[in-house]
């Protein structure tokens, strides 16, 4: 992705105040962008385990989504969530996370975008989320 792409993401990032309190960060290598959410003990919902709290990664994974639209649309604002469905697949244990959005359809007016988020490796992900998100506001 161009420079221009880079400069949205990193926009998006300092922009939303639970981003910054996540800890998390995004890397652009070509036109795939990951996001990466580093161990932190404040993101600890079941200390037995220790495990990530389910809010925690589905923020995550929302969070990613509208990063990857940002960067796609250009856009300088947040876009609104519709509606998303989490798949929570095995515990998030307490290490870093990564997540990549796959944007299923851009429409002119909704986005539908699936994410995945995984731990040690890809193929094994430790949660995902299909969403629908608002790209402008009817007139």
Known sequence: MSDAAAEQLQA????????????????LAGDEMT???PFSEHLVGNTMIPALHGGVIGAFLEM?????LSVVQGSA???KTIDV????LRPG???TTYARADLRKVGRRVANVHVEAWQEQRS?????????FLLSEPR
């Open 77 to 79: 604002r947040v876009h």
């Open 12 to 27: 998006f990032l300092q922009r939303v105040p639970y981003v910054r309190f996540l800890g998390m960060r995004a890397e």
């Open 64 to 68: 990613t989504a509208l990063a990857q």
């Open 85 to 88: 469905t989490i798949e929570y």
């Open 35 to 37: 996001a990466i959410l």
């Open 124 to 132: 094994s992900p430790v949660a995902a989320l299909r969403g629908h």
């Open 93 to 95: 244990r307490a290490m």
